[in-house]
C-alpha cells in the first residue's frame, strides 16, 4: 500500500469521503487521491516523494508556482506582527486600492474569504439593490456552493430550476433560471418575457468548471445590452478568470464592464481569500452604509491579504501574461498536434493561464458539448499521466492551469509522455 492509500483509508474515518472538497476524491477518475506534502515552482510531491509537474496549481490560485520566494517572504514577516486582529488594517486598503485600480469596473471591493462568500454576497447585494428575486446563472458554470447557486435547469429553458444539491429547498431554487452557455437567442428570450423580474445574471466569463468553455463575443455583448435596457445586475463570476486570463481579468479581454465582479483564487496567492465589487452605486447598498447585510471574521486578513498583494504585484511584470498565455498555448497546441498525427479524436485550447483537454474533436461551446467528450479516454489519460509524473485535474471536466514557473522543460516533458499514450491508444 502507498502512503496516499493508507493516509485516505485513514482520512476516511473521520472525514467524509477522506476530503474536504469532492473532486479530490478522485471520484470522476477512479482510483486512490494522491496526497501531496510539499510543492516548489511547478512542481508537487506526493506522500510517496513522487514528484509531478503540476497542472492545477491548487485550481488556479498558484500562478505564481508554488511555494515564491517573495510571496512566503511576506506571509512569514506578516504572520510575526498577529495572525487576526477582527478590525481594519492598512493591508486590506492597500488590496482594495489595488483591485480597484487595475479593474475599471470596481469603484469599492468588499473582501471575504472565499470564492463562495463573494458569489453568495454579490447575489444578495443584486437583490437587495434591485428589488428583485429572480436570478440567472448557465448551466455548467459554478459559482461556489450557496443554496440559490446550486440549481440544475428546469423542465424547459425559461422555467424556474430545480436544486442540484440535497437540501436545497424547492423554494430557493425557484428564484434561479439556468440558460445555455453562449445561447444569445435563449437570453433574448428570456429578456423579453421576464427582464423586469430578474436581479442578476450571474456568469463564468470563462467558463473553467465544465472544463473550459470560451465565450463567443456577441453573446457576452448581448448580455451586458439585456440587464443594462432591464435594469439587471450583471455579475462576472471572475474568481477563476481574475488575473488568471489576464493582467484585466476575462473583462478587460473581453472588453465588457460587469456591474459586480466576484475575484478570488489569484488574489489570495494560496491563502483563503475573496472579494466581490463594482458599481459605487450597488456597492454602497451594503451595511454599514445600506441595508444589506455582510460580514466575516477573518475577512481581509491580514496573511491573506499579503500573500496576495504580493501575487499581484508580481504579475504586473510586463511581459508576464504574454509568457503564461504562450505556455498554457505551447501545450496545448502540441497535444493537438500530436493527437491528430494519430488520428485520436482529441482538441485543446487556452485563455491565458488556463486551458481545456477535450477527448472530442473540436472544443465544446457548451454544457452539452461538454458532456459528448469521451470521458473513459479522459480517465485512461489521466492515470497515465499520473504514471509519468503529470498532475492534471482528477476530472475530465475541470479546467487545466500552468504557472510563470512552467516553461519549456515541463511543456517537452508532458508533451512526451502524452506521446506515448497517444502512440498506444
Ligand atoms: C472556485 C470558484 C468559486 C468558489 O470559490 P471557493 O473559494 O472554492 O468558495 C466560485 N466561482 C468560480 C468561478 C470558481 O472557479
Known amino acids: 500500500m502507498t502512503n496516499s492509500q ?47 509537474i503540476d497542472y492545477v496549481g491548487s485550481w488556479g490560485p498558484m500562478i505564481l508556482g508554488h511555494a515564491h520566494p517573495e510571496v512566503i517572504r511576506v506571509v512569514k514577516e506578516t504572520a510575526e506582527l498577529g495572525l487576526s486582529f477582527g478590525a481594519p488594517t492598512e493591508l486590506e486598503l492597500e488590496m482594495a486600492d489595488l483591485l480597484c485600480s487595475l479593474l475599471p469596473s470596481m469603484d469599492q471591493v468588499r473582501l471575504v474569504s472565499s470564492g463562495t462568500e463573494a458569489t ?110 432591464h435594469g439587471a445586475v450583471l455579475i462576472f463570476d471572475e474568481v477563476m478568470t481574475g488575473f488568471r486570463v489576464g493582467a484585466t481579468c476575462a473583462q478587460g479581454l473581453f472588453g465588457i464592464k ?79 498536434d500530436i493527437a491528430r498525427e494519430k488520428g485520436i479524436p482529441f482538441s485543446a485550447q487556452s485563455v491565458g493561464g488556463m486551458f481545456g483537454l477535450y477527448f472530442r474533436d473540436a472544443p465544446p461551446r457548451s454544457y452539452a458539448e461538454v458532456m459528448q467528450c469521451d470521458k473513459a479516454a479522459f480517465n485512461h489519460f489521466f492515470h497515465f499521466m499520473v504514471e509519468e509524473g503529470v ?16 516553461g519549456k522543460d515541463e511543456i517537452d516533458r508532458t508533451l512526451e509522455s502524452a506521446k506515448k499514450f497517444f502512440s498506444k491508444a
Open 6 to 52: 493508507n493516509l485516505f483509508e485513514k482520512s476516511r474515518i473521520h472525514i467524509p469521503g477522506g476530503v474536504n472538497s469532492p473532486v479530490r476524491a478522485f471520484g470522476s477518475v477512479g482510483g486512490t487521491p494522491i496526497f501531496f506534502k510539499r510543492a516548489k515552482g511547478a512542481y508537487v510531491w506526493d506522500a510517496d516523494d513522487k514528484s509531478y
Open 120 to 229: 453568495m454576497s454579490a447575489i444578495r447585494l443584486a437583490r437587495g439593490y434591485t428589488g428583485r428575486s429572480a436570478i440567472v446563472k448557465f448551466e455548467g458554470c459554478y459559482h461556489g456552493h450557496a443554496d440559490s447557486l446550486l440549481v440544475k435547469a428546469g423542465s424547459g429553458a425559461l422555467t424556474f430550476g430545480n436544486p442540484s444539491s440535497a437540501g436545497v429547498p424547492p423554494e430557493t431554487a425557484q428564484h434561479t433560471l439556468v440558460l445555455d452557455y453562449n445561447n444569445k437567442g435563449q437570453l433574448e428570450e428570456l429578456f423579453a418575457k421576464m427582464g423586469d423580474q430578474i436581479a442578476a445574471v450571474i456568469i463564468e466569463p470563462v467558463a473553467g468548471n465544465m472544463n473550459l468553455v470560451a465565450p463567443e463575443k456577441p453573446f457576452l455583448d448581448a448580455l451586458r445590452n439585456l440587464c443594462t435596457k
Open 258 to 336: 460587469p456591474d459586480l465582479t466576484t475575484l478570488g483564487k489569484v488574489i489570495g496567492g494560496g491563502m483563503p481569500v475573496g472579494a466581490f465589487g463594482g458599481r459605487g452605486d450597488i456597492m454602497q447598498q451594503l451595511a454599514p452604509l445600506g441595508p444589506v447585510y455582510q460580514a466575516g471574521t477573518l475577512s481581509g486578513n491580514p496573511v491573506a491579504m499579503a500573500a496576495g498583494l504580493a501575487t499581484l504585484k508580481l504579475l504586473q511584470i510586463p511581459g508576464f501574461f504574454e509568457k503564461l498565455s504562450d505556455t498554457a498555448k505551447a501545450l496545448t497546441v502540441g497535444l493537438s
Open 391 to 406: 498532475y492534471l485535474a482528477p476530472s475530465a471536466f475541470e479546467a487545466g492551469f500552468v504557472s510563470i514557473m512552467h
